[in-house]
């Protein structure tokens, strides 16, 4: 990773985690605005989303600072301490969710891209995993939008190879539905998602 940067790692556990909550609210506004997700969200719901990892002793949080200023961070916790539906997903296909570690996001301003942060937000993630032990998985998801959305960038390029770069495989059996409201919606609406594994 640049050595300009610093890496910083939070769990749980930290009382002062609540702290870099709205720093990682304001960087996840300003990250899901891009396409794939378009997402017109709010300082309001975001610290109320992100308390999820507050809450959890046993969440990550990999911030990367310039400075004092957070331009980046990736998000993890047990798939037990998500929201009863997502873990619904996993264990409609026979998965236990207490082997399964979820990965919430990684966002990263356009300016610090090509630096080598995101292989760290993946190592970061995964050794909290091993640490924590009782995982056989770790899992993330992604918006599926279609190739022809009239808001899709002319020279997009989704993040399906690097995440099959990173060992992860999207598995089409285990799908679901978020709801947000895009920048160009007047209410909120569901964007399917799917799930990618990776044997711990």
Known sequence: MDPTLKFEIWTGRDPALASRIPDLARLRIEVFRDFPYLYAGSLAYEEKYLATYTACPDSVVALVMDNTCVVGASTGLPLAAETDPIKQVFTARGFDPACVFYCGESVLSVGYRGRGVYREFF??????????????????????????????????????????????????????????????????????????????
């Open 123 to 200: 190592a970061a993630r995964e050794t909290h995993a091993r640490r924590l032990g009782g995982f056989a998985w770790m899992a993330l998801c992604g918006v599926v939008r279609p190739a022809d959305h009239p808001r899709r960038p002319a020279a997009y390029t989704p993040l399906d190879a690097i995440w099959e770069k990173f060992g992860y495989r999207k598995d089409l059996t285990l799908v679901t539905a978020f709801e947000w409201q895009d920048l160009d919606e007047a209410s909120p609406s569901a964007k399917q998602m799917v799930f990618w594994l990776k044997r711990l």
